[in-house]
């Protein structure tokens, strides 16, 4: 049973920072990619960041040049340095862990940490 584990969620100030992370009860190279998710009150989950297994990243273009998503390897962890916060990241952050094959593609995801940004 593939456990996610997020932490690091809170009350930030516009402009500031904050940073999230996600453990793994396994490998993370088990994983074809990990990745954010957000989901604000009355809207749907969006897709924030995600790094392929090979290392390569994607962003959403509203965090893109302020977040940063990055791993630990030997900790089974997966970063997002959230920089310059504004009001509107505001949301339920969401860790998922995918696993995609020729065949089927399984999705893991944390229980979700909340982040308010302040003006």
């Known amino acids: 049973q593939v456990q996610l584990v997020e932490s690091g969620g809170g009350l930030g100030q516009a402009g500031g920072s904050l940073r999230l992370s996600c453990t793994a009860s396994?490998?993370?190279?088990?994983?074809?990619?990990m990745g954010w998710y957000r989901q604000a009150p009355g809207k749907q989950r969006e897709l924030v960041a995600t790094?392929?297994?090979?290392?390569?990243?994607d962003y959403a273009d509203s965090v893109k040049g302020r977040f940063i998503i990055s791993r630990d390897n030997a900790k089974d962890t997966v970063y997002l340095q959230m920089n310059s916060l504004k009001p509107e990241d505001t949301a339920v952050y969401y860790c998922?862990?995918?696993?995609?094959?020729?065949?089927?593609?399984?999705?893991?995801w944390g229980q979700g940490t909340q982040v308010t940004v302040s003006s």
């Open positions: 396994m490998s993370i190279f088990s994983f074809t990619s």
């Open positions: 998922n862990a995918r696993k995609a094959t020729t065949i089927a593609e399984n999705n893991y």
């Open positions: 790094k392929a297994k090979g290392g390569s990243s």
